[in-house]
Structures are given as structure tokens and as C-alpha cells.
């Protein structure tokens, strides 16, 4: 490893810039991601930024169950992240569809249909420690020696 | 590709708010009251009414079946406020020829239910159109 | 409606200030906002058919899964619909902890709201201090039902579990010490001149725009309608002699004011339920029978409606839910928004409405 890429990666686990999109939840799984910006989970300690930018994101937090209405902008929104990008699935609904898969809904479950996703937090709503301990975990481990991965 | 993002056709998504049960109701009963076809009704409101305004149409029918500030009696028995303040569906221009005849036809002697019958059903026919 | 305009200037689906995806067109002449359409269609799950023809038992948790951040009132409202329904007694004490829960509940979604708000003026600070302080309301949720959201703690004829004693105790003193938070922020918001020049007499939303509308809750109450509440209607809030606060700014600052009131309004509530709290089960049972019902309640944000009609099995046949937001963001969006001196103050006067799309569109 040279000392260009220990650098960057030592960089790129200290700032972490998350966006989130809601595809289509009943809210619950929404206000625990806000709730990781209380000054109790202190988010940004670890150098987490929370913000609605895709463009400027790393990691994508996706909740809900993709509706109808999200169908190409998903995508669209997906590519729009740059390099090295992840998505992460909060909560029941994005990976089963909770509890509105039943017959005659409208939406269109799991979300790993229409974009990968690297790792999912069950629980229905999960708790805001267990979102936060999911980026942090998750966030070293794919953004370690990007640019080697790719060659 | 900005083209899909900014102008998606919303018919699907409108239609799926008018089905739903007490919209399907209140559209089933507007269009009863204008002697006009429910499909025909649905298509002027999807084509004129923006979401949020349908998914405000039960609440808005109720708000303006109970208002009762406006003292014509025919205006009054037309909707004229429902229909041009509550439920937009129609402008003033549109409703106010059809309050005068309907006007002059209860001056000439027609039965008043009659003439606002006939008013509901010219009423009606801007919407056909 | 097709209308022909100098530049329309749409904000969403994902945009900073939005918690939730909605677009927000505004039709503009210059920085002028002369007219505004909210395209949606962006959370429709379709609850209400996914419902019809499921046995209450499941349907109780797909009406709290309306919309997560008011998740106590939509089963409250939906069970004491069918309790109404089929003459199901609830014990006293069950009463008034339903009654303490819901308020809780009022409380985060309040500090919620107002924190939305100071967010979308770029006040972070007092943002954060609510955020904080909702995190204290979410813990005496916890404490008392046993999960932070979608609790399912009403159950027809009673709640799930009791109020033990020391966590009576200690329910009180955290009102205390919240009690004081809010008074500070309060003042904090109150004074601040900046905030003035941000929220007041922004956003108009007049009385007879708001019984067009027929806007409800908070976004009426502070047009000055305190007739609204439906807390009136309710016999439990009947016996503590609640009395509706109201405003008459018609503005933002109102608006969020008015939640503050609310506040403290919820605490002086809780603390009288818990004093007249007597003891007895909290379960009385009783199975929902055939019946149909309309039945309102007064949710976070305005008044909600449950239109139920089950069979003898208790099996849904025919549900519709009206919920406050619909009522809210059409007036938000067609009255409030209109004549608005800049595009800045449109992402603001939405979030002051406090707008939830998840159970505007079901
Ligand atoms: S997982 Fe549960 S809490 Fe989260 S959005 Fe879905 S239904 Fe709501």
C-alpha cells in the first residue's frame, strides 16, 4: 500500500457524508435517522455528516419500500452519487416491505431490485444506535483501498 | 435524462388517488349531482386539479355542503361556492350565465327544482366540453 | 391546472430542508411566488386497500404504521373506534394512561416540528436543544409503552401494560426538568429578532382561507380557531377540563408558537392525569364486533377521522382514513404560499405547516 492510499484512507474514515431518500415508509424509520442528529448520538463526532445531497454523499441511506412514483428516479438519484458510493437499506420496509407486503398494495419490494445495497438494519423502526453502528462499521470497510479495488 | 425527472405523467398516480374510497364516493356523488358521466368527471379533475387539492376534495365538499353564507336561493341550490371556491371546477365566468338563466327560468313560471335541474346539467356540459 | 407562467421553480422530491419526498412548483414572477402545486405520489402504499378485508387484530398495526412520527393516535383513534362500535368498556385507569401516552406523543411530534423549523431558518442551535429535548420525551415513551415508535400500546378495552410506581415518579420529574426547557426555548424563540425577521407575518394563512381549506389543528388554532380541537369531544379530556389555546398571527411564528403552548399545555395535562390516576386493571377485554362507525380524534396535527365498518368477526370491510396533514399542506400549498415575498421563504412556510407526507398519501 502506498502512502497515498494509507492517507486517503485514513481520510475517508474520519468523513463520512450521508444523504437519505425515503422511498416510500410510514415515517418511523425516518425520524430515527434525524434522531441520530440529536446531541445524544452526536453523529457528527465521528465525522458523520448528515445532509440531503446526493451529489456530495457517500453513503445513501435508503427507507421505505419503493412506490411507484420512485420507479427510474431511484436509479437516477443512485447515479448521481460519485465513486466510492454505498447504500444502506434502514429498517423492515426496503428489505421485505414490512408490513404493507400484502395483496393489492401499491409498492414494490425489496429495494435491491433497483439498486445495490450493501447492508441492511432490520428492526421496525431500528434504534438510532444501530443506524449509526451500521455506518460506522460498514463505512471503513468499503471505502478501504478503493482505488486498489478498482484496478 | 432530465426530461423524466421533471415532467413524469402523474395520470396513474392521480387516478390512484380518486379511486380510493370516500374520493370514489364524493366524485360518484358531484357527478350525480351534475348529470355528467364519472369517467368524464374524473378525467376534467385530473386534468385540472393538482394532487393536493384531490386529496383535499372530501373534506372540501363537507367544508362547503355545511357553509350556507350565501343567501340566493339559486345560486345557493346551484353550488355556486361549491363549485367555485371549495371545488374549483369551475371559474366565475363559467357559472355566472348559467345563475341568470336559470334566473329567468323561474321568472317565466318554471317550477324552481325544474329550472335548477336544468341549470346542473348545463353546468354539466362545460365540463363535457 | 395548466396555467402559463414566467419560471416555474420546483423544489423536490429530495431536497435539504424536506424531511419527506414531495414537490413543491412554485409559479414565480421574479423572486414573487404567485402560486404554488404539490405534486405527489412519491409515498402511496396504499394502507387503506391493503386493510379491507384483514381482521382487526392485523389491521391495529397497519393503522399505527399510517404514519410513524403520530403513531399513538392513529391506534388510539382506530381502537376507540371499534370499541365505541361494539360497547367495549375501557377501566379508568386505562383511560387516563391513554391519555397520558397520547400526550407524550403530541409532545415529541411538537419538538419535532419546531425543530424542523428552526432547522429550515438555519437556526441549528435551538434546532439542536429541541432535537435534545425530544430525545427526553422519546425516553418517557419508552419507559412507559417499552419502544420509542410504533408502540401498539392501545388494545381494545385497555393499554398493554400499567404505569408502576416509580416510573410514575419519574415521569414527573422529567416533565419537570422538560417544563424548564421549554420555557427557556421558548423565550429563546420569542426573542430572537433574527428568528422575527424569518417567520412573522410570513405565511398568512387567514381565518376564512382556513375554513375553506378547513385546515385543523395547530396551522388553524393559530389563524385563531380554538373551536377545532377535538380533544373537546373527548370524554377523558372532558373530565380533566382541557380548553384549547389559540393564537391570532396567522403567521409562521404563530404556527410554531402555538406548538409551544401546546407544550406546556401536554405537561399541565399529564401531570393532572397522573394525579387523579386511580387504582384498578388496565384491561378489560372485550372482543369488536360487527359495526360502522366515523370516529375523530385530535392527532399532532389537526383532526383525524377513522370511517370503519367490520363484520361480526371483527373483519374490516370498508375502511377510509382522513388524516390532518391532507387538510393542512392543501392549505399550506394553495393559501399560505401564495404571495410569498421570496422562494427563500417557501421551504419554511411548507415545514411550518408541519407537513407529513407519509399520511397525506397513505
Ligand atoms: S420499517 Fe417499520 S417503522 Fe420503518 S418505515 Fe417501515 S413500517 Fe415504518
Redesign the pocket.
Known amino acids: 500500500m502506498t502512502l497515498l492510499q494509507s492517507i486517503k484512507n485514513y481520510v475517508r474514515s474520519k468523513s463520512i457524508h450521508v444523504s437519505y431518500v425515503d422511498v416510500g415508509?410510514?415515517?418511523?424509520?425516518?425520524i430515527?435517522v434525524l434522531a441520530c442528529l440529536a446531541p445524544r448520538y452526536d453523529i457528527e463526532q465521528y465525522g458523520i455528516y448528515v445532509h440531503n445531497n446526493p451529489r456530495e454523499a457517500d453513503i445513501l441511506l435508503v427507507?421505505?419500500?419503493y412506490t411507484p412514483g420512485w420507479e427510474e428516479k431511484l436509479e437516477m438519484v443512485w447515479n448521481k452519487i460519485p465513486e466510492p458510493k454505498v447504500a444502506i437499506a434502514?429498517?423492515?420496509?426496503p428489505i421485505s416491505g414490512?408490513?404493507?407486503n400484502r395483496p393489492h398494495t401499491y409498492i414494490d419490494p425489496p429495494v435491491s431490485k433497483h439498486i445495490p445495497i450493501a447492508a441492511s438494519v432490520p428492526?421496525?423502526?431500528p434504534r438510532p444506535t444501530e443506524i449509526l453502528n451500521a455506518v460506522l462499521s460498514l463505512a471503513p470497510v468499503v471505502f478501504k483501498d478503493y482505488e486498489v479495488k478498482k484496478r | 435524462m432530465s426530461a423524466v425527472i421533471y415532467e413524469k405523467d402523474l395520470t396513474a398516480m392521480k387516478y390512484a388517488i380518486l379511486v380510493s374510497g370516500r374520493h370514489d364516493r364524493v366524485v360518484r356523488e358531484i357527478a350525480a349531482d351534475l348529470q355528467v358521466g364519472v369517467q368524464q368527471l374524473r378525467r376534467y379533475i385530473i386534468r385540472h386539479f393538482d394532487m393536493m387539492l384531490m386529496e383535499n376534495i372530501p373534506a372540501r365538499y363537507e367544508a362547503g355542503k355545511k357553509d350556507d353564507s350565501l343567501m340566493e336561493p339559486v345560486a345557493r341550490e346551484l353550488g355556486m361556492e361549491l363549485y367555485t371556491r371549495y371545488i374549483p371546477l369551475f371559474g366565475k365566468k363559467q357559472i355566472e350565465p348559467v345563475i341568470d338563466e336559470v334566473e329567468m327560468l323561474v321568472a317565466e313560471g318554471k317550477p324552481e327544482e325544474e329550472a335548477i335541474r336544468i341549470g346542473k346539467a348545463m353546468l354539466g356540459e362545460v365540463l363535457s366540453r | 391546472m395548466k396555467k402559463t407562467v414566467d419560471v416555474s421553480i420546483p423544489l423536490g422530491p429530495i431536497h435539504p430542508c424536506f424531511k419527506e419526498p414531495a414537490r413543491v412548483k412554485c409559479e414565480t414572477k421574479g423572486e414573487f411566488v404567485t402560486g404554488a402545486e404539490v405534486e405527489l405520489g412519491y409515498m402511496k402504499k396504499g394502507i387503506e386497500r391493503i386493510m379491507k378485508g384483514r381482521p382487526w387484530q392485523e389491521v391495529m398495526f397497519l393503522a399505527e404504521?399510517v404514519c410513524?412520527i403520530c403513531s399513538v393516535i392513529h391506534n388510539m383513534v382506530f381502537i376507540e373506534a371499534l370499541e365505541k362500535m361494539s360497547g367495549i368498556e375501557v377501566p379508568e385507569r386505562a383511560a387516563l394512561l391513554r391519555v397520558v401516552v397520547n400526550e407524550l406523543d403530541r409532545m415529541q411530534s411538537h419538538t419535532l416540528a419546531n425543530f424542523s423549523y428552526c432547522y429550515t431558518i438555519e437556526h441549528e442551535t435551538l434546532g439542536m436543544y429541541l432535537l435534545d429535548m425530544r430525545e427526553k420525551v422519546m425516553d418517557l415513551l419508552e419507559l412507559i409503552t417499552g419502544a420509542r415508535?410504533?408502540c401498539a400500546y392501545i388494545v381494545p378495552g385497555g393499554v398493554r401494560f400499567d404505569l408502576r410506581e416509580e416510573d410514575r415518579e419519574s415521569l414527573l420529574a422529567s416533565l419537570d426538568a422538560i417544563e424548564t426547557d421549554v420555557r427557556r426555548y421558548m423565550g429563546m424563540f420569542e426573542g430572537g429578532s433574527l428568528i422575527g425577521l424569518r417567520s412573522r407575518d410570513i405565511g398568512i394563512l387567514s381565518k376564512e382561507a382556513a375554513l375553506e381549506a378547513h385546515a385543523v389543528g395547530p396551522t388553524a388554532r393559530a389563524s385563531g380557531m380554538p373551536e377545532i380541537d377535538r380533544r373537546l369531544q373527548h370524554p377523558t379530556y372532558q373530565k380533566l377540563q382541557f380548553t384549547p389555546v389559540s393564537r391570532d398571527g396567522c403567521d409562521n411564528f404563530s404556527r410554531i408558537m402555538i406548538r409551544f403552548d401546546e407544550l406546556l399545555q401536554s405537561i399541565e395535562l399529564i401531570r393532572r392525569c397522573s394525579a387523579l390516576l386511580p387504582e384498578g386493571p388496565v384491561r378489560g377485554g372485550g372482543i369488536p364486533g360487527a359495526g360502522e362507525i366515523v370516529y375523530c380524534g385530535e392527532a399532532p396535527r389537526g383532526e383525524l377521522t377513522y370511517f370503519i365498518k367490520t363484520d361480526d368477526a371483527g373483519r374490516i370491510l370498508d375502511i377510509s382514513i382522513q388524516t390532518p396533514s391532507i387538510m393542512n399542506i392543501e392549505a399550506c400549498c394553495h393559501y399560505m404560499l401564495k404571495d410569498a415575498a421570496s422562494i427563500a421563504d417557501v421551504p419554511s412556510t411548507f415545514v411550518s405547516a408541519d407537513p407529513c407526507i407519509a399520511c397525506t398519501e397513505r
Open positions: 415508509s410510514c415515517n418511523g424509520c425516518d430515527e427507507i421505505g419500500a434502514i429498517g423492515n420496509c414490512c408490513l404493507f428492526g421496525c423502526p | 404504521r410513524g415508535v410504533t
